[in-house]
């Protein structure tokens, strides 16, 4: 099993940062993926952005310039730095993370970490 904690998030105002940090745990072997999603009230899970092994990045189009995903591999973690960030960034983030194992892959989800943005 993989344990994913999330930390980092809170309340700001238009424009300012956060940056939220994903750990992992347990019996890891490696991760094919890391990454985070939102999900706002009302709305559906989306992605907000997504780091490889190999360290191919993508983002939603919503943060592309604003937002930075970063991996720290030895110590299995994963970053979003989040810049300019706009009332509409409100959202629960979830961190993501495709496991490989020798036996196949298995995805997980952290218990997810609010931010809010507003004045």
């Known amino acids: 099993q993989v344990q994913l904690v999330e930390s980092g998030g809170g309340l700001v105002q238009p424009g300012g940062s956060l940056r939220l940090s994903c750990a992992a745990s347990g019996k890891i072997f490696s991760f094919n993926a890391m990454g985070w999603y939102r999900q706002a009230p009302g709305k559906r899970r989306e992605l907000v952005a997504v780091?490889?092994?190999?360290?191919?990045?993508t983002y939603a189009d919503s943060v592309k310039g604003r937002f930075t995903i970063s991996r720290d591999i030895g110590k299995e973690m994963v970053h979003l730095q989040m810049d300019s960030l706009k009332p509409e960034d409100t959202a629960i983030y979830y961190c993501?993370?495709?496991?490989?194992?020798?036996w196949g892959t298995g995805e997980y989800w952290g218990q997810g970490t609010q931010v809010t943005v507003s004045s």
């Open positions: 993501n993370a495709d496991h490989a194992t020798p």
């Open positions: 780091i490889t092994n190999l360290g191919s990045t």
